[in-house]
């Protein structure tokens, strides 16, 4: 994530500020009137944090971009349909066999910064004129 920042414009001096606040984070359960003992965050975000939305939406932008540089398939204007808003993914194509082409490379793209795509979530719909397009 914070190469992703850097290749945004970010300075230095803000990505390792944010690194600071993003490391070695403890956390507190509480459970009805019990508070538990302090838990180290190993991995993932802190829920809750006001800087993680717009941290999400350049590691998504990155991987939207990453995606966007060669692809085949439905145009609007001369550009490529591949949408995003907030956590959702808009993928277009003229037919099943490229839309499916498209979500391959958002899933490899996706991977590296450590976005996963919730299978349970997702949704396919072709639509064409042509009868044989699915």
Do not use: W
């Not at 984070?25 to 302090?38: A, E, N, P, Q, W």
């Not at 944090?49 to 439905?74: A, H, K, R, W």
């Not at 082409?101 to 450590?114: C, F, H, I, M, R």
Request: contains cysteine; proline residues 2%.
């Amino acid at each position: 994530m914070y190469n992703i920042l850097t290749e945004f414009g970010f300075p230095m001096k803000l990505v390792k500020l944010i690194k600071m606040c993003l490391n070695e984070t403890y956390t507190r359960v509480r459970v009805g009137k019990h508070l538990s003992d302090m838990l180290f965050i190993k991995n993932g975000l802190k829920q809750g944090d006001s800087l993680l939305p717009l941290l999400f939406n350049f590691v998504l932008e990155y991987c939207i971009m990453t995606v966007q540089v060669n692809q085949d398939g439905l145009k609007l204007n001369g550009t490529h349909l591949l949408l995003a808003y907030a956590d959702d993914v808009n993928i277009f194509g003229g037919n099943a066999y490229t839309v499916k082409k498209k979500k391959e490379a958002v899933l490899v793209a996706s991977k590296d910064p450590g976005l996963e795509v919730n299978a349970d979530k997702t949704k396919y719909m072709v639509m064409s004129r042509d009868q044989n397009a699915g």
